[in-house]
């Protein structure tokens, strides 16, 4: 008897380890992803296209930008858009450094090179690092979750 209680407990555990698996992380196609997740984002950038650059991010996403304040949801986040464009956003071009997660959450590390042209005046030129939490959605996309960067001012 005591050897039938010994079997089911061990039994247990094993099936416990079992369940608390980590899922499968492919950090190779994840990777894939969010680059051409990170090029549609930089088109939308230079059409200037709010509602494509919006859709690259979750619907309860958070952005937060260098000394500003901390947006959330898709349509503050097509507002803050709208503004930078205003200002004279033309142009943000993604480098991915570093992708990293675990089952349907992933962090991206990278680098971009923005050019800001207010009407009348010169170009400008900064590049920026960022760290993104990306989600995996129900429809096998990853969309960015959380969006934090800083900016040089050269």
């Known amino acids: 008897m005591k050897f039938f209680f010994c079997s089911i407990i061990v039994l247990f555990f094993i099936t416990q380890l ?9 950090s190779v196609q994840v990777k894939k992803s969010i680059e051409e997740a ?3 984002y930089s088109e939308a950038i230079r059409e200037a296209n709010v509602t494509d650059i919006a859709y ?12 500003g304040e901390i947006v959330r949801g898709k349509s503050a986040i097509e507002e803050f858009y709208k503004k ?7 142009e943000g071009v993604l ?3 570093e992708v990293g997660g675990n089952g349907d959450t992933a962090y991206e590390i990278g680098k971009s090179k ?23 959605q129900a ?12 900016m040089s001012c050269r």
């Open 95 to 97: 480098t991915t450094i």
């Open 38 to 40: 990170c090029a549609k």
């Open 114 to 136: 923005i050019l800001i042209q207010p009407e009348g005046q010169a170009a400008i030129q900064d590049s920026t690092r960022y760290l993104v939490i990306w989600k995996h």
């Open 18 to 26: 079992g369940c608390n698996k980590p899922e499968s992380f492919d």
């Open 84 to 90: 930078l464009f205003q200002m004279g956003m033309k």
């Open 139 to 150: 429809d096998g996309t990853w969309k960015v979750h959380v969006d934090i960067w800083n």
């Open 56 to 67: 690259v991010y979750t619907v309860d996403a958070t952005i937060i930008p260098p000394d």
